[in-house]
């Protein structure tokens, strides 16, 4: 938990002071969004689908079979969601390389000194 808010002479000069925020953002509510929220949809899922069984209603199993293949859906998409945002930004970065363009390569280089343990 330490590592999330260490700030350094390095650190500085990439990210302006916005160390802390942006490691608690990579480190901590991408994580959760990327593994977390996937996990909680498939439990309850499950279980929705344990009750069906168990109250042996063959409508109820089968609204309970598609709600749960809708979770698993949005489970996949939700996980993705984290590796597509980064994979744009490092694209937006890296055609942003122009004289016109400042501090494209600040934000980047602040990203991934944040992104170390």
Do not use: H
Not at 34 to 61: F, H, M, R, W, Y
Request: hydrophobic residues 50%; proline residues 3%.
């Amino acid at each position: 938990m330490l590592d999330l808010f260490q700030i350094g002479a390095d650190y500085d000069d990439a990210c302006r002071g916005l160390t802390p925020i942006i490691r608690i953002i990579r480190l901590g509510v991408f994580p959760i969004v990327q593994i977390g929220i996937p996990l909680l949809l498939i439990i309850l899922g499950t279980i929705d689908l344990g009750k069906a069984v168990i109250s042996s209603d063959d409508k109820e199993v089968k609204a309970a079979q598609s709600r749960l293949v809708k979770r698993c859906i949005y489970a996949v998409a939700i996980f993705f969601v984290v590796t597509l945002v980064t994979v744009l930004m490092s694209i937006i970065s890296g055609t942003a390389n122009d004289d016109d363009v400042q501090g494209s390569d600040d934000w980047r280089a602040c990203w991934d000194i944040a992104g170390r343990r």
